[in-house]
């Protein structure tokens, strides 16, 4: 069969467009089977309560069940590279966390490269961290911890969940731009880590203020700042560290990515979802409550998000030799 030059374009010019229509059609009847989101993270810890209550509001509002699976281990890259693995159709996410920005350059030979093979689809929050110190530390302020911690060089120990945790780079980048000589102790976990606080094993530590919250209204700690760039509702009267030391912000990030390729219109309809969320009054106040402010924004909000997180980190963890454990 001839076909003339009219019909020959118009046959092209389908071929090129069936690519564009397959994917449209596959984000319109996206997600028709459960969708799973990889967390990196054990059970009933922050990470994992702030993916259940996103994967609730998407199962609801998607139609299909939006399942968790917890994979921790090396530092959260058991699970990230599970995901870069993963077919890159929606079906497959990934939470994102501070652990992402800082293994980049916390790891020498990782399997993959973060910013290149996870696609941003949506930040969701800023979960706030409270520096608190002992009652025997005589600081009533950041100013005055800074005084005390330079008068009493090497003699301060400060606690973290473990080496190369986003509490011990916290404390890494508050050593660098105060100034201060402190002897980091690193702990397997938040929980033990904040009994040796309570112990007065330790002097001080950044934590996640719900853990924190009773010990410090009970008066067995004493919080002297949060650590994000502005003071928080529910804290209103608790000053940032950046007053003391401006330009200093050590908050956690979380939101989700996909694998590298995943469909922009996939993307997008995950995004619209879950910023609709992060606008429900009472979705809103979950998380500020569990984590803290929410972060809606585009992919390429979140994108920057991590860019410059990762920036960030990579400065601490070279300054402060984290090698990691």
């Known amino acids: 069969m001839k076909l003339n030059r009219r019909q020959f374009m118009h ?8 690519p564009a229509v397959s994917r449209m059609a596959s984000a319109q009847t996206y997600p028709s089977r459960p969708v799973r989101i990889i967390v990196g993270a054990p059970a009933g810890g922050t990470a994992d309560i702030l993916t259940r209550l996103m994967g609730q509001w998407l199962s609801e509002r998607l139609g299909q069940p939006f399942v968790i699976e917890n994979r921790p281990g090396a530092g959260t890259n058991i699970a990230t590279e599970s995901v870069v693995k993963a077919t890159p159709d929606g079906y497959t996410l990934l939470l994102v966390a501070p652990a992402n920005a800082i293994n980049a350059t916390l790891y020498e030979n990782l399997n993959f490269n973060f910013i290149r093979d996870i696609a941003p689809v949506a930040g969701i929050t800023r979960a706030a961290n409270v520096m608190e110190v002992h009652p025997s530390v005589p600081a009533k302020t950041v100013a005055e911890f800074i005084a005390y911690a330079k008068a009493n060089p090497g003699k301060i120990n ?25 002897v980091h102790v690193p702990y397997r976990g938040t929980a033990p880590a904040l009994t040796g606080l309570l112990g007065g094993q330790v002097q001080m530590m950044f934590d996640n203020i719900p853990t924190s919250i009773e010990y410090i209204r009970a008066g067995n700690l004493r919080a002297l700042a949060v650590n994000t760039a502005t003071r928080l509702e529910m804290l209103p009267d608790l000053p940032t560290v950046g007053e003391f030391l401006p330009g200093f912000e050590a908050s956690a990030f979380f939101g989700f990515g996909a694998p590298r390729n995943t469909p922009v219109e996939i993307l997008d309809k995950l995004n619209q979802q879950i910023n609709a969320s992060l606008t429900d009054p009472k979705m809103k106040a979950q998380i500020a409550e569990l984590a803290g402010p929410v972060i809606p924004g585009s992919p390429s909000d979140f994108g920057k998000l991590i860019a410059t997180e990762t920036e960030k980190w990579a400065k601490v963890v070279k300054f402060a030799g984290i090698k990691p454990d």
């Open 11 to 18: 046959l092209a010019a389908g071929a090129v467009a069936l």
């Open 158 to 182: 400060y606690a973290s969940a473990g080496i190369g945790t986003s509490l011990h780079v916290a404390g890494e980048l508050f050593k660098m731009m105060a100034g201060v000589d402190m």
